[in-house]
Nanobody, 118 residues
Framework: QVQLVESGGGLVQAGGSLRLSCVASGLTFISYRMGWFRQAPGKEREFVASNRWSGGNQYYADSVKGRFTISRDNTKNTVYLQMNSLKPEDTAVYYC???????????WGQGTPVTVSS
């Protein structure tokens, strides 16, 4: 059974930082592209960042480029999202997801909430 478990969310002031973690189990981690998505209240879920098993082929949403960094530790089956210079508009529930082929994300975590106060 595949599980993705996020952690690291919380309340932070604007300009602050958080690091999210997502631990995967039940799958061959290096075979998957891992991604982070977020869903703000009243909005649709949106892509944030992703990378391949090697940590390369990184992609970011324009809204987070230069502030967020995705990385992964394949020895720990963990993907991270380092979020710096946080803004109130970054407030959302953040989800990690796994795609075995292309960008078809088939496994999802339950999410971790991030609230950025102004």
């Amino acid at each position: 059974q595949v599980q993705l478990v996020e952690s690291g969310g919380g309340l932070v002031q604007a300009g602050g930082s958080l690091r999210l973690s997502c631990v995967a189990s039940g799958l061959t981690f290096i075979s998957y592209r891992m991604g982070w998505f977020r869903q703000a209240p009243g909005k649709e879920r949106e892509f944030v960042a992703s990378n391949r098993w090697s940590g390369g082929n990184q992609y970011y949403a324009d809204s987070v480029k230069g502030r967020f960094t995705i990385s992964r530790d394949n020895t720990k089956n963990t993907v991270y999202l380092q979020m710096n210079s946080l803004k109130p508009e970054d407030t959302a529930v953040y989800y990690c997801a796994a795609a075995e082929t292309g960008y078809n994300y088939i496994y999802w975590g339950q999410g971790t909430p991030v609230t950025v106060s102004s």
